[in-house]
């Protein structure tokens, strides 16, 4: 099956990273409770990790999101256990809304990778070590490009290329381009509406 109009393929996400570090980061340091009182998700990428950037005077503390070498970075390398804590889809959505594409990790909270995943936001996974290299080099390189394969599970930077792994179910639909489910219920809502109909149990309204 391929992507829709609607839906892009994600076989290749290329970019700068941006290195955050720490284990259990969680959906409340991602997007604190006090800025999802919103009705659309538009602006949600300037409170992105606010806590931890900003202090009670709102003045700026050491965080790497602060500095500007990693302004226009789009690729986060994180450790272990990301996104962890409360499922709320806002997390996923202030990243992407600051500008990140991807996120290459050691491991991820499963909802926070399924909503990653309904943004066309791969969650890239690699061992301790494959990650904390990667981090050392992202600080050494800010400018550095790091070009993410989903198809070949692969990411390469500083002239080497290193194997990764995306969830199976993951890979498939960025890769076929059947990540939006929303899309593509739409773009398929003649055939639903078929079936529907087709159904002796179900009756219009």
């Known amino acids: 099956m391929t992507g829709t109009e609607d839906i892009p393929e994600v076989t290749e996400v290329t970019g700068t990273g941006i290195p ?3 284990n259990d980061i969680d959906t409340d340091q991602i997007i604190p409770a006090r800025f ?3 009705v659309t998700f538009d602006g949600l990428g300037e409170f992105a990790f606010f806590d931890l950037r900003f202090d009670d005077d709102d003045n700026q503390k050491d ?5 500007e070498r990693f302004q226009d970075a789009n690729i ?3 450790n272990s256990n990301f996104g962890c804590g ?3 889809e ?5 990243l992407m809304r600051w500008g990140i594409d991807a ?11 399924g909503n990653c995943l309904a943004l066309g936001i791969p969650t890239v996974t690699a061992d301790h070590e494959t990650i904390n290299d990667l981090q050392q080099w992202v600080d050494d390189n800010p400018d550095g490009e790091i070009d993410i394969d989903i198809a070949s599970e692969t990411i390469a930077y500083g002239g ?8 199976e179910g993951q890979r498939k639909a960025l890769v076929d381009g059947i990540w939006d489910t929303t899309a593509l219920m739409k773009s398929n809502a003649n055939e639903i509406a078929k079936t529907a109909a087709e159904l002796p149990y179900v009756e219009e309204a």
């Open 86 to 88: 409360s499922s709320r």
């Open 20 to 22: 955050i570090r720490g």
């Open 103 to 113: 996120i290459i990790g050691e491991s991820f909270a499963e909802i926070f990778a």
């Open 90 to 94: 806002h997390a996923p959505q202030a």
């Open 76 to 78: 986060m390398v994180v």
């Open 36 to 38: 999802m009182k919103v």
């Open 160 to 167: 080497q290329e290193v194997g990764v792994e995306v969830n």
């Open 63 to 67: 965080h790497p999101m602060n500095e």
